[in-house]
């Protein structure tokens, strides 16, 4: 009955095209609600944006930039905006519905947003990146506020980013708006605890799916893709527990050791222009190599469909947890499951990040600041509540994690768009 949009193409494998297949997979679950499912399929409002600047050789250069507010139902917009040059629309499509369904699952009062802009930060001056943020924020300020729409970190995005989008919003609008944008630095109504938020989560998630699996975090071998603010951080809290990380690749290469990396060590030249190769405590082997490596736990931590069919018939891993947006393509996730593999979906797993930017602008808004253990404490809890009730869901209809997901929170989304009802 509905017209199919125009301005998207997606085939099977992209990002919007696996996730309109992971709304497909739950429509069955959705009883009457099913009637308004087609409202996940399609972006509430999607902003196009040209983000001219001055580069420091004095050349006019033009980025695109986007916004897309995939669904408002439960609340304001919310997700992060990233910076990488394979931006496209129908990728922060994706991540802007990808965003609907996490805020839903861990029942935060949010609806879904994404933005980014088609660029290579690292060609970037520093003076540069700060043109770019803010003529991108100045531009979308048309559709983004505290209590519409709130941006926060993503790919390639960090604190000093959401510093000069504050700044730039509360320009525009007078005043000093911290809650316009989450992931800020402490002293700019940042909140402790949100920069390792998002491995905190994938950690929380990833040891109760163990535990329900009878699967011992001591000794448990680790293999981990993108060795950002997400799987650098899951790692180090995995060791703690008594793991060991065999594996790591990020955009410099892959190197592996059977007895385990040293993070102490590895850490700090991953974050120099070295990268992980540059670490000499392990051996260096070819990228796609990296899917054969034996190990316990696999974490995708970069970017979307990594995990592809041919990779899934390949991992020796018995658990995978998804702390990149989107890693897995749906018929990996099919070949996963056949072959006993338990996959964690990113809307629970990497949903640490989201629900501490929900602690960042309650304190924001309330002008009282929470202590570490609080914060730490409270994301805790709602990870392993919103865990447990999803492998419930799975239990009961004996379908994956990820249909689950998408059955608690589209209920929960489908519900208020049911009880808003229809404008006009
Ligand atoms: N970019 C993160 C995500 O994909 C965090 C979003 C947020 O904190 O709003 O979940």
Not at 31 to 40: V, Y
Not at 51 to 80: C, F, L, T, W
Not at 280 to 299: A, H, R, S, T
């Amino acid at each position: 009955m509905s017209e199919k949009l125009s301005f998207v193409n997606p085939t099977a494998n992209s990002p919007w095209g696996t996730y309109l297949q992971q709304v497909d997979r739950v429509i069955p679950y959705l009883g009457d609600l099913a009637r308004w499912a087609e409202t996940l399929k399609r972006p509430k409002r999607a902003l196009i944006v040209d983000v001219p600047i001055e580069m420091d050789d004095g050349r006019i250069a033009h980025y695109e930039g986007y916004r897309v507010q995939h669904n408002m139902s439960r609340g304001p917009g919310k997700g992060g905006v990233r910076f990488h040059p394979d931006v496209t629309l129908e990728e922060v499509m994706a991540l802007s519905a990808w965003m609907t369904v996490k805020t839903a699952a861990v029942n935060l009062p949010y609806g879904g947003a994404k933005g980014g802009i088609r660029v290579d930060p690292k060609k970037l001056s520093q003076k540069e990146l700060e043109k770019i943020t803010r003529r991108y924020t100045s531009e979308i300020g048309i559709i983004i506020g505290p209590h519409t729409d709130i941006p926060a970190p993503d790919v390639n995005t960090n604190g000093q980013i959401m510093a000069w989008m504050m700044d730039t919003y509360s320009m525009n609008t007078g005043g000093t708006s911290t809650g316009v944008v989450t992931g800020k630095p402490l002293h700019l109504g940042g909140s402790l605890g949100r920069v390792k938020a998002t491995g905190r989560g994938v950690f929380v998630t990833g040891r109760e799916a163990a535990r329900r699996l009878g699967l011992d975090l001591r000794g448990a071998r680790i293999a981990v893709q993108g060795f950002g603010n997400v799987g650098s951080v899951a790692a180090e809290l995995f060791v703690e527990a008594g793991a060991k990380v065999v594996a790591v690749q990020d955009h410099t290469g892959t190197i592996v050791n059977p007895d385990g990396l040293d993070l102490n060590t590895l850490i700090p030249i991953s974050r120099t222009p070295a990268g992980a190769a540059g670490f000499e405590g392990g051996d260096k082997i070819p990228n796609e190599q990296f899917w054969d490596v034996p190990c316990d736990i696999l974490i995708p931590a970069a970017l979307e469909g990594q995990i592809t069919a041919e990779r899934a018939r390949k991992t020796a891993a018995r658990l995978v947890l998804e702390g990149a947006n989107g890693p897995t393509v749906p018929e990996a996730d099919d070949i996963l499951a056949e072959r006993g593999v338990l996959v964690v979906p990113d809307v629970i797993c990497n949903a640490g990040g989201v629900t501490v930017s929900y602690f960042e602008w309650v304190q924001d808004f309330s002008s009282f600041f929470w202590d570490e253990d609080e914060i730490n404490v409270r994301l805790d809890r709602i990870m392993m509540n919103a865990l447990h009730q999803i492998w419930d869901t799975a239990d009961k209809h004996k379908i994956s994690l990820r249909t689950a997901t998408y059955a608690v929170a589209c209920e929960r989304i489908l519900m208020a768009r049911q009880e808003r009802g229809l404008y006009p």
